[in-house]
């Protein structure tokens, strides 16, 4: 189980919202937390990797359930 | 202040001009398929960078010109142009994305005479290519898309009703619309049946069939058999001049063998017909292929191809006339494989289907049917 800090529910947003969200969430967090991302547009999981890599931070993990995207951010 | 939206229709004037495009996308999409053209000159930096307000992004933006943002279907796009509009910079964006830059369809005149006329109907962001034929009034289709109210739009214009449709072969980079076509227009669909075994669709066995006439004119097509590509690839040659060649020889080289997962078979029926039915066709033959790579492939003129003999004089491996080195040769140089293509092929044959959302999302990114040779 991965120890999440902060749950953001995108789910239902097209591109940019869910990174845009999700970026908005992560400023107020710290080094280490985790964030849950929940999405429902498949194209934002990638989206997620390259947004990730060029802030540092790191996805742990993406999952996928009913065509709900799960993805798990640690803040870098 | 908002930035405009464009269409793919003025995104193309644009892109025939010249125009600077700033595509959003993720890197790797951007790196595997992206918007081209002799004029254009293109750059990537995600839309996510744009969140933080790092100011050196922008120096890497023209400011004395337009930008048009691109992304995948227009929401990154629109809020990256706002954003540059804001900054002083003069920004427009593909409402739709590239998912309407994959629908769209330019129509080119290649010849026109007194009989004949026709058309090569060019999906610039897929690299297809299709054709139609005009003759007294009646239209052959060749290698059509799915979106099949282009080819119906483009007859009306031409006031010709479509006659034949015909598949070269079972596409595997693209959903054909020949047999919606047909069905829509009343016309005869022709597609050699070893493509076809045991599919459900109804067409006519192009290989019976020798000839077809279209019009009152001499326009007659004689189904040049080209196996290669698939076993049942056809070419088309038209008035002895003009040879659809579907994917069998393009302007940059020739089809790949591989996607029947018999590349070394293939690439032996390939020789054959490169040495025997092709060699016997002289050089001032042109080549309409059903698809092209580069944008340098697009002749001053407008379309794709180029004569026989040009083709021939650039593509080594057309010259290599050792059987066995050309069987390797162009087994080994198959690269990459379309995306989703065997799901692409079973839809073709009539064995599966696919809504419209379903369809747009299997043919994302660019072609790949095609090898390239040095």
Known sequence: MINVDVFVDAKGLSCPMPIVKAKKAMDAMESGQVMQVESTDKGSVNDFQGWARSNSHEVLKTEEEGGVYRIFVRKG | ?374
């Open chain 2, 1 to 374: 202040m908002s930035a405009g939206a464009i269409n793919a229709i003025q995104l193309n004037e644009k892109v025939e001009q010249g125009v600077f495009l700033l595509d959003v996308r993720n890197p790797e999409d951007f790196a595997d398929w992206k918007i081209e053209g002799k004029e254009v000159r293109s750059i990537n930096i995600p839309y996510f960078d744009f969140l933080d307000d790092n100011e050196n992004i922008y120096g890497q933006l023209p400011a004395d010109e337009e930008i048009v943002v691109i992304c995948a279907k227009g929401g990154s796009a629109k809020m990256v142009a706002d954003l540059l509009d804001e900054k002083g910079f003069q920004a427009s964006y593909l409402e739709q994305g590239m998912q309407e830059w994959s629908q769209f369809y330019r129509p080119v005149t290649v010849m026109e005479d007194d009989n004949l006329k026709l058309i090569q109907v060019n999906r610039l962001a897929k690299g297809c290519l299709s054709y139609m034929l005009i003759s007294g009034g009646e239209a052959l289709v060749v290698d059509p898309n799915r979106h099949i109210e282009e080819y119906l739009s483009l007859a009306e214009q031409e006031d010709a009703a479509i006659k034949y449709v015909l598949d070269t072969h079972l596409h595997a980079d693209h959903i054909s619309g020949g047999h919606e076509l047909a069905e829509k227009t009343g016309a005869v669909y022709y597609i050699s049946s070893s493509e076809m075994q045991g599919s459900e669709l109804s067409y006519e066995p192009l290989e019976k069939q020798g000839m077809l006439e279209v019009g009152r004119a001499e326009a007659k097509i004689l189904a040049v058999p080209t196996p290669g590509h698939t076993p049942g690839s056809v070419s088309v040659l038209v008035n002895d001049r003009y040879l659809l060649s579907g994917d069998t020889i393009f302007v940059g080289g020739l089809g790949r063998p591989d996607l029947g997962g018999k590349a070394a078979e293939w690439a032996q029926a390939l020789y054959d017909t490169v040495f025997t039915t092709i060699a016997s066709l002289p050089d001032d033959v042109l080549v309409l292929p059903a698809h092209y790579a580069e944008a340098s492939e697009i002749r001053r003129e407008g379309y794709v191809g180029a004569p026989l003999g040009e083709i021939r004089g650039n593509n080594e491996v057309m010259r290599t006339a050792n059987r066995d080195r050309f069987a390797e040769k162009v087994a080994h140089a198959v690269g990459a494989t379309p995306p989703n293509y065997e799901e692409i092929v079973e839809i073709n044959r009539g064995a599966a289907s696919a809504s419209p959302e379903k369809a747009t999302e299997l043919e994302i990114g660019p072609n790949r049917c095609a090898l390239h040779h040095g």
